[in-house]
């Protein structure tokens, strides 16, 4: 069982810069894919980015493709989302989740371990 925990959320101007972390607190990551998601009021749980057990690939929703980063750290049993050009519309719960294969994927039904979620917010 992994244990997740998000941090790094805030709010931020528009065009602004903003880096958010999941690291787990149980378990090991090393040979899972992770994934971010996000969830704006009133909306449905969408997939932003996922990554590769050993970060060899990744997968970008196109809504941040060009403007998001995923990056992890095994060793440090840590995932990073950095989000620059921030707009607006980025702003939701950002959840990450632990996958119970090593290829990233899209899909919420392969992803096992959820953290509680961290609170962006962009103003205009």
């Known amino acids: 069982q992994v244990q997740l925990i998000e941090s790094g959320g805030g709010l931020v101007l528009a065009g602004g810069s903003l880096r958010i972390s999941c690291r787990a607190s149980v378990g090991t990551l090393s040979s899972r894919a992770m994934g971010w998601f996000r969830q704006a009021p009133g909306t449905e749980r969408e997939f932003v980015v996922g990554?590769?057990?050993?970060?060899?690939?990744?997968d970008y929703a196109d809504s941040v493709k060009g403007r998001f980063t995923i990056s992890r750290d095994n060793a440090k049993n840590t995932v990073y989302l950095q989000m620059d050009s921030l707009k607006p519309e980025d702003t939701a719960i950002y959840y990450c989740a632990s996958s119970l294969w090593c290829n990233a994927n899209r899909a919420r039904s392969s992803y096992d371990n959820w953290g509680q979620g961290t609170q962006v917010t962009v103003s205009s």
């Open positions: 990554i590769s057990c050993r970060g060899v690939s990744t």
